[in-house]
């Protein structure tokens, strides 16, 4: 009974070992989604530079400082300082550990010099946070889709206030940032059209998987004629016969509200074989009665493209369907 009501104790208060009489320092960040345990997790759109070469940083929720505190398993006994520092290597061990792949910030986004928080006597959390600049003028040099900086405790000043946590889970705690590299404009309209419509398309090719139940052109200008599969998600595959800068697709789907797709993936390919998923518009942008507008940040070439067109479970299967489809290019 002792052992138990020690042990319940020791959980309320916050030590890390039972039993344990020692001041222990530690983190204790809530992690999000499937980030690392004592993650602090952040995201960025970065989209490609229209007008030069490399990225924009579209948006992000970075801030100009990344700040969270340091712990005490119980209160301290006098002023105390602690200090942390970046450890790269701890990526490479992480990804091992995980099957993941995060990445090393580049040089020139986050400032991790003199990493330092105080506990004041008396107290179980630091008075002021670990702070660590952020450039937010360099994400565009995010290329990648995961960046990992593990912040770790190092040293206090004065040994004799305490001991660092030997638990390797709160000892660290990792910056995360989760980059989307868009290159789809969301919310799309004709005012953001670049190039031209490609014309004539008379000699473009059409497949469709699974097989179509009704058989129409989609490259007649018409509106009334259309081909239409059996089952969701349907796949259209387009050959424009040459490698085509392409800078968009305009896309005419159906003429009811019940029938739009629920998503449409794009993906793009100089060979047919090897295709490259470039991202998919917004619901909101997937429309009725009316052409959609698909369009790029920058020209990207390409000869076939392909859309996987997913519909809702109660779309009626006779409605799956593409009735116009034009590229642009320039």
Do not use: C
């Given at each position: 009974m002792a052992a138990a009501v020690l042990s319940s104790c020791a959980k309320t208060t916050g030590y890390d070992i039972t039993g344990e009489t020692d001041v222990k320092f530690f983190m204790n960040n809530a992690s999000s989604g499937n980030a690392p345990q004592n993650a602090i997790v952040y995201t960025a759109v970065n989209i490609p530079n229209g007008t030069g070469s490399g990225l924009l940083n579209l948006s992000s929720t970075l801030p100009a400082a990344v700040q969270f505190p340091i712990l005490a398993s119980k209160p301290v006994g006098q002023d105390v300082t602690i200090s942390a520092a970046l450890d790269t290597t701890m990526v490479a061990t992480y990804n091992?550990?995980?099957?993941?792949?995060?990445?090393?910030?580049?040089?020139?986004?986050?400032?991790?010099?003199?990493?330092?928080?105080?506990?004041?006597?008396?107290?179980?959390?630091?008075?002021?946070?670990?702070?660590?600049?952020?450039?937010?003028?360099?994400?565009?040099?995010?290329?990648?889709?995961?960046?990992?900086?593990?912040?770790?405790?190092?040293?206090?000043?004065?040994?004799?206030?305490?001991?660092?946590?030997?638990?390797?889970?709160?000892?660290?705690?990792?910056?995360?940032?989760?980059?989307?590299?868009?290159?789809?404009?969301?919310?799309?309209?004709?005012?953001?059209?670049?190039?031209?419509?490609?014309?004539?398309r008379t000699a473009w090719a059409a497949t469709f998987t699974p097989a179509v139940t009704t058989t129409g052109s989609i490259f007649d200008g018409s509106l009334t004629t259309y081909s239409r599969w059996a089952a969701s998600p349907g796949q259209l595959d387009v050959d424009m016969q040459a490698a085509k800068n392409v800078t968009g697709i305009r896309l005419y789907t159906a003429t009811s509200a019940?029938?739009?797709?629920?998503a449409v993936d794009v993906y793009l390919s100089n060979d047919g074989i090897t295709y490259d998923h470039i991202g998919a518009p917004l619901k909101a942008n997937i429309t009725y009665s009316t052409y959609d507008y698909i369009l790029f940040y920058k020209p990207i070439t390409a000869r076939y493209i392909r859309l996987i067109l997913s519909y809702s479970t109660s779309t009626n299967t006779q409605n799956l369907r593409v009735t116009e489809f034009d590229v642009y290019a320039n």
């Open positions: 091992a550990a995980h099957n993941t792949n995060y990445k090393v910030f580049p040089a020139g986004i986050l400032s991790t010099d003199a990493l330092v928080a105080h506990i004041a006597k008396g107290n179980t959390i630091s008075t002021d946070s670990v702070t660590i600049a952020v450039n937010t003028a360099n994400l565009l040099l995010l290329t990648d889709t995961t960046y990992m900086a593990p912040i770790k405790l190092t040293t206090i000043k004065d040994a004799s206030a305490g001991n660092i946590t030997g638990n390797a889970t709160t000892q660290v705690t990792y910056v995360v940032v989760k980059v989307e590299q868009r290159r789809i404009k969301y919310l799309a309209t004709t005012a953001d059209v670049i190039g031209t419509l490609l014309t004539p019940t029938y739009v797709p629920a």
